[in-house]
């Protein structure tokens, strides 16, 4: 049988509608208007391409938005005060440092740097620390791993007593999500494993997972025989393998292909997200969620 595959693109869109209605409500009942500042260093095309989709995305939820690009000569000390200067800057409730940032620059400096209360992106220690504790104490998760639950939990795949195997054990995804997991309450209270390039035998591992998250940057590192039927198989990978003409704009587009080998494991698994329109448009969503949550408890 063939497994449901599981479309961020739909979901994202659902999320949006509903935050459409909470920004306008936000600015009918309080008067706040959600406002979200990206911070782009150089012009690394990657980059300029997600912090144009976060812009655009703003704009069409009714945001107050700002797009600062700075060249990649811009000092550690200037990036610093420019941060302090949002920080400061009540009309703004997220900000966001796209990543990564040139070699002179102290990454972990800069995202320290951001006001924990205006961190939208989870990545501040002091977010981290709050998943890491749970419960109210979480405020901002870092978006693609919020993604990733919002598309289980809204497939309607059982979470409570399920094993969950994450693949990859990176700051901004593996360790994370396997937190978030692991919390107690809905959506979560899971039982959680975390292999990496360390582990002796991954696929041991993968064959127990009732949800598998692979995030870990290797095209079609998952085989399907690692897949235990019926699982729920959580792609996060985003490999450019080649490239090829798009049929809809005649220009060259990336060839893109996820950590597990989708064709074969859709025979297999219960649920499977594709790769492009799975994981991927749900990260800029959910940081509009963050921003939409920071303007809502700036109320006074
Ligand atoms: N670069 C790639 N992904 C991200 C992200 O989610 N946030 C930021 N700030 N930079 C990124």
Not at 30 to 52: C, D, E, F, Q, R
Not at 59 to 64: P, Q, S
Not at 140 to 167: N, W, Y
Not at 255 to 271: Q, S
């Given at each position: 049988?063939?497994?449901?595959?599981?479309?961020?693109?739909?979901?994202?869109?659902?999320?949006?509608?509903?935050?459409?209605?909470?920004?306008?409500?936000?600015?009918?009942?309080?008067?706040?208007?959600?406002?979200?500042?990206?911070?782009?260093?150089?012009?690394?095309?990657?980059?300029?391409s997600?912090?144009?989709?976060?812009?655009?995305?703003?704009?069409?939820?009714?945001?107050?938005?700002?797009?600062?690009?700075?060249?990649?000569?811009?000092?550690?000390?200037?990036?610093?005060?420019?941060?302090?200067?949002?920080?400061?800057?009540?009309?703004?409730?997220?900000?966001?440092?796209?990543?990564?940032?040139?070699?002179?620059?102290?990454?972990?400096?800069?995202?320290?740097?951001?006001?924990?209360?205006?961190?939208?992106?989870?990545?501040?220690?002091?977010?981290?620390?709050?998943?890491?504790?749970?419960?109210?104490?979480?405020?901002?998760?870092?978006?693609?791993?919020?993604?990733?639950?919002?598309?289980?939990?809204?497939?309607?795949?059982?979470?409570?007593?399920?094993?969950?195997?994450?693949?990859?054990?990176?700051?901004?995804?593996?360790?994370?999500?396997?937190?978030?997991?692991?919390?107690?309450?809905?959506?979560?209270?899971?039982?959680?494993?975390?292999?990496?390039?360390?582990?002796?035998?991954?696929?041991?591992?993968?064959?127990?997972?009732?949800?598998?998250?692979?995030?870990?940057?290797?095209?079609?590192?998952?085989?399907?025989e690692?897949?235990?039927?019926?699982?729920?198989?959580?792609?996060?990978?985003?490999?450019?393998?080649?490239?090829?003409?798009?049929e809809?704009?005649?220009?060259?587009?990336?060839?893109?292909?996820?950590?597990?080998?989708?064709?074969?494991?859709?025979?297999?698994?219960?649920?499977i997200?594709?790769?492009?329109?799975?994981?991927?448009?749900?990260?800029?969503?959910?940081?509009m969620?963050?921003?939409?949550k920071?303007?809502?408890?700036?109320?006074?």
């Amino acid at each position: 049988m063939s497994a449901k595959i599981i479309s961020g693109t739909e979901v994202a869109e659902q999320i949006r509608a509903e935050l459409k209605v909470e920004v306008a409500e936000l600015k009918e009942k309080h008067g706040i208007v959600p406002g979200l500042v990206t911070i782009l260093v150089g012009s690394n095309p990657a980059s300029i391409s997600y912090v144009t989709g976060k812009i655009k995305t703003a704009h069409e939820l009714g945001f107050y938005s700002i797009q600062d690009d700075q060249s990649v000569d811009i000092t550690q000390d200037d990036l610093l005060k420019l941060i302090d200067k949002y920080n400061h800057d009540p009309k703004i409730h997220g900000i966001l440092v796209q990543l990564p940032l040139p070699k002179h620059i102290d990454e972990k400096k800069v995202l320290n740097a951001i006001d924990p209360d205006k961190d939208v992106d989870g990545f501040h220690p002091v977010n981290v620390g709050r998943l890491m504790i749970g419960g109210s104490e979480a405020k901002f998760l870092p978006c693609t791993p919020a993604g990733i639950q919002e598309l289980i939990v809204r497939s309607g795949v059982k979470t409570s007593g399920a094993e969950v195997v994450v693949v990859g054990r990176s700051n901004i995804v593996g360790k994370p999500i396997a937190n978030i997991m692991l919390q107690k309450g809905q959506g979560a209270d899971s039982t959680v494993t975390i292999v990496h390039t360390r582990t002796k035998d991954m696929a041991a591992h993968c064959k127990r997972a009732d949800i598998l998250i692979v995030a870990a940057g290797v095209p079609d590192l998952v085989k399907p025989e690692w897949i235990k039927p019926g699982a729920c198989v959580i792609d996060v990978g985003v490999n450019r393998v080649g490239e090829k003409i798009s049929e809809k704009t005649g220009k060259k587009i990336a060839i893109l292909k996820g950590d597990v080998d989708f064709e074969a494991a859709k025979e297999i698994a219960g649920y499977i997200t594709p790769v492009p329109g799975g994981v991927g448009p749900m990260t800029i969503t959910m940081l509009m969620k963050n921003t939409v949550k920071s303007a809502k408890l700036s109320i006074k």
